[in-house]
């Protein structure tokens, strides 16, 4: 596909797939798309409109097909190559096409199947053209990018006859063009999995290793696909650090893992799984995953034998006393012992207070099944409401009197806080006295005494 023989739209569609912005200037996106061919980078599926790209396309497949009927094919003309690389971006919008939520596959097998019938017609006219014996000015002007191109067969040799292979050539006993596997796929978007590495210590190379290879698995991608989309996954120093061409993901986790982990890793790791202990809340099941995830990042392979001491050794100590006299070979006979060993013990205390907070859905129980299991919890209304009985209770018990300091302080503070009325029984409002006369019952300006005083000394002026 020579991108000097597609127009503006053209150019547009395969800078998107390429994770590149199209400038609307076609010398520029010309020259774009010829660098990032060049550089063989990586398509990515296009989100476009179904109804509208059917249409599209559609149209594009009726005018290759008159000009395609048109041309003589006596030799290789601009309009010869013109259409080849045009058939190379429509088998390219096809393949994006049927990328997308919602597109038929089965309405466009007879599209695809006449694409490829053009394909075969072309290979055959090309070689016949080539076999021909053209003056030398015109054999140098044929070049390698006279034949169509697909996005992951650029610059390759025999591109077009691995096109038509891919699709099964039309012919009875190849692929159905309408499966979706027969359509190369793109690239991974691994930047998608928000997982990246910088070099730090803050995230664990073997961590990291771990979480790319589930991801992986999940979304069905290759782990030897992933070799070329590590760039998108290192920053800093561990993209600076990863170099090497590698053939094989063992070879490249392999030289991750020296360069990244700390030395004595597998000694510690080792350290680490001989002195890790099942806690006295935590389940047999999620120990012995912990367990299995420290045995499969160690370098060391253990025999299961070994495994088996080593988990049952540091599981709880009920867990311990409860197996002390049962017999167990494997790991897996370990699980079925100590999974019936808790179940049974927690169908013993299930009333009991350490239970309680296990119960399967406690907030759809009704009220009255709540008590009937004691259910009811520490922040609950009803238990608001006995601690405030049990403190009216003990209020006229005064503070100092029990053995319990911190118990008489609440029962002080709940008089306070909830009982207001009967902790102020006792209090009485000051008892207003005059200034001038020391009197209770009235202020200074009310005293008689002051009025008396005023009228004798009216009485000494006159």
Same mark, same amino acid.
């Given at each position: 596909m020579?991108p000097?023989?597609?127009?503006?739209?053209?150019l547009?569609?395969?800078?998107?797939?390429? /994770?590149?912005?199209? $400038?609307?200037?076609?010398?520029?996106?010309?020259?774009?798309?010829?660098?990032?061919?060049?550089?063989?980078?990586?398509?990515?599926?296009t989100m476009?409109d179904v $109804?509208?790209?059917?249409?599209?396309?559609?149209e594009?497949?009726?005018?290759?097909?008159?000009?395609?009927?048109?041309?003589?094919?006596?030799?290789?003309?601009?309009?010869?190559r013109?259409? /080849?690389?045009?058939?190379?971006?429509?088998?390219?919008?096809?393949?994006?096409?049927?990328e997308?939520?919602?597109a038929d596959a089965?309405a466009?097998?007879?599209?695809?199947?006449?694409?490829?019938?053009?394909?075969e017609?072309l290979e055959g006219?090309?070689?016949?053209?080539?076999?021909?014996?053209?003056p030398?000015?015109e054999?140098?002007?044929v070049?390698?990018?006279?034949?169509p191109?697909?996005?992951?067969?650029?610059?390759?040799?025999?591109?077009?006859?691995?096109?038509?292979?891919?699709?099964?050539?039309?012919?009875?006993?190849?692929?159905?063009p309408n499966?979706?596997?027969?359509?190369?796929?793109? /690239?991974?978007?691994?930047?998608?999995?928000?997982?990246?590495?910088?070099?730090?210590r803050?995230?664990?190379?073997?961590?990291?290793?771990?979480r790319?290879?589930?991801? !992986?698995?999940?979304?069905?991608?290759?782990l030897e696909?992933?070799?070329q989309q590590?760039?998108k996954?290192?920053?800093?120093?561990?993209?600076?650090?990863?170099?090497?061409n590698?053939? $094989?993901w063992a070879?490249?986790k392999?030289?991750?893992?020296?360069?990244?982990?700390?030395?004595?890793?597998?000694?510690?790791?080792?350290?680490?799984?001989?002195?890790?202990?099942?806690a006295?809340?935590?389940t047999?099941?999620?120990?012995?995953?912990?367990?299995? $995830?420290?045995?499969?990042?160690?370098?060391?392979k253990?025999?299961?034998?070994?495994?088996?001491?080593?988990v049952s050794?540091?599981m709880?100590k009920?867990?311990?006393?409860s197996?002390?006299?049962q017999?167990?070979?494997?790991?897996? /006979?370990l699980?079925t012992?100590?999974?019936?060993?808790?179940?049974?013990?927690?169908?013993?205390?299930?009333?009991?207070?350490?239970?309680?907070e296990?119960?399967?859905?406690?907030e759809?129980?009704?009220?009255?099944s709540?008590?009937k299991?004691?259910?009811?919890?520490?922040?609950?209304?009803e238990?608001h409401?006995?601690?405030?009985?049990?403190?009216?209770?003990?209020?006229e018990?005064?503070?100092?009197?029990s053995?319990?300091?911190?118990?008489?302080?609440l029962i002080?503070?709940?008089?306070?806080?909830?009982?207001?009325?009967? !902790?102020?029984?006792?209090?009485?409002?000051?008892?207003?006295?005059?200034?001038t006369?020391?009197?209770?019952?009235?202020?200074?300006?009310?005293?008689p005494?002051?009025?008396?005083?005023?009228?004798?000394?009216d009485?000494?002026?006159?």
């Amino acid at each position: 596909m020579e991108p000097s023989h597609l127009n503006k739209a053209m150019l547009a569609f395969e800078l998107l797939r390429r /994770e590149a912005t199209p $400038t609307g200037d076609v010398a520029k996106d010309t020259l774009m798309l010829r660098m990032a061919m060049l550089k063989d980078t990586p398509v990515q599926a296009t989100m476009v409109d179904v $109804t509208t790209e059917t249409k599209a396309c559609d149209e594009l497949l009726l005018s290759l097909e008159t000009k395609f009927a048109a041309c003589t094919f006596e030799k290789r003309t601009p309009t010869i190559r013109r259409i /080849e690389s045009q058939i190379a971006h429509l088998l390219n919008r096809y393949n994006n096409l049927l990328e997308m939520d919602g597109a038929d596959a089965n309405a466009l097998h007879s599209k695809i199947l006449t694409v490829v019938n053009m394909i075969e017609t072309l290979e055959g006219k090309l070689k016949l053209i080539s076999s021909l014996k053209l003056p030398e000015e015109e054999i140098s002007n044929v070049s390698d990018s006279d034949f169509p191109e697909t996005d992951t067969e650029v610059k390759k040799p025999g591109r077009v006859e691995t096109l038509i292979k891919g699709y099964g050539g039309g012919k009875p006993g190849g692929r159905s063009p309408n499966s979706r596997t027969n359509i190369l796929k793109p /690239e991974p978007k691994v930047w998608k999995w928000r997982v990246r590495f910088d070099g730090s210590r803050d995230f664990n190379a073997e961590q990291f290793v771990e979480r790319v290879e589930e991801l !992986a698995g999940a979304d069905g991608v290759p782990l030897e696909k992933l070799l070329q989309q590590m760039v998108k996954l290192l920053e800093g120093k561990a993209l600076r650090s990863e170099s090497g061409n590698f053939e $094989t993901w063992a070879d490249f986790k392999m030289a991750f893992r020296e360069t990244f982990l700390p030395p004595g890793y597998d000694d510690q790791l080792f350290d680490l799984i001989r002195s890790r202990r099942q806690a006295e809340d935590e389940t047999f099941e999620m120990y012995l995953a912990a367990m299995n $995830t420290l045995f499969r990042r160690l370098d060391r392979k253990l025999s299961h034998q070994d495994r088996l001491r080593i988990v049952s050794r540091n599981m709880s100590k009920f867990l311990r006393r409860s197996l002390l006299m049962q017999e167990y070979r494997s790991v897996d /006979e370990l699980r079925t012992l100590a999974k019936r060993a808790e179940r049974r013990e927690h169908e013993l205390h299930d009333v009991g207070e350490k239970y309680r907070e296990r119960l399967v859905e406690p907030e759809l129980l009704n009220q009255s099944s709540r008590k009937k299991v004691a259910m009811v919890s520490e922040n609950s209304p009803e238990k608001h409401q006995e601690s405030l009985e049990g403190a009216a209770g003990c209020a006229e018990v005064p503070p100092g009197s029990s053995a319990n300091p911190a118990k008489d302080k609440l029962i002080s503070f709940q008089e306070r806080r909830v009982m207001p009325r009967q !902790a102020n029984e006792g209090y009485s409002r000051p008892v207003r006295v005059c200034w001038t006369c020391n009197k209770p019952g009235h202020m200074k300006q009310d005293c008689p005494l002051k009025r008396l005083s005023a009228a004798g000394n009216d009485n000494q002026g006159r």
